[in-house]
């Protein structure tokens, strides 16, 4: 499970992730400067740090390293989530005050998620196992002329 990124770790690897490509340790500070003064040697310390940690790869290109992002933002923001949640002592409570915070949007983006979740495992759908007795048959494709239940077309 990663650790929680510093603030400035999150600043560097923000950047990293948008940008998603390649990038230097001057592209990165004078990206930073633009908000703080900074040093150069303090970006790529921070960026040594996050190499030797796993977050990014370097390669060598002339007298100077170029950074890739390992995984994703989003990946980290699961992990992170992930790792709080399984430290609860009531996992089930914590998810329920949880989706309690959420916005409308946010609900909705969890929704969509369970989507493709479900789709992606058969094994999530009841439905999908013709040994299950819990759930009513559904037919195996669309019909003509009939709506799944996620609107026309889908």
Known sequence: MPRQL???????MTRVWQWNRP?????????LQKERSIA????????????QKGW?????EGRAYR????????????????????TSDNPAAALVAFFGMMSAEQREALEDAMRVVQRA???????????ADTAPARPAGPQEG?????GPGR
């Open 6 to 12: 510093g603030e400035l770790e999150d600043a560097v």
């Open 23 to 31: 990038v230097t340790v001057r592209e990165v500070l004078e990206d």
């Open 40 to 51: 150069y040697t303090t970006v790529m310390t921070v960026m040594d740090n996050l190499h």
């Open 56 to 60: 990014v790869r370097r390669e060598v």
């Open 67 to 86: 950074y890739t992002a390992v995984s994703t933002r989003a990946a980290y923001s699961a992990a992170l989530m992930n790792e709080a949640w399984s």
């Open 121 to 131: 495992d058969p094994a999530a759908d009841p439905a999908a196992d013709p040994a």
């Open 146 to 150: 009939a709506e799944s239940p996620e």
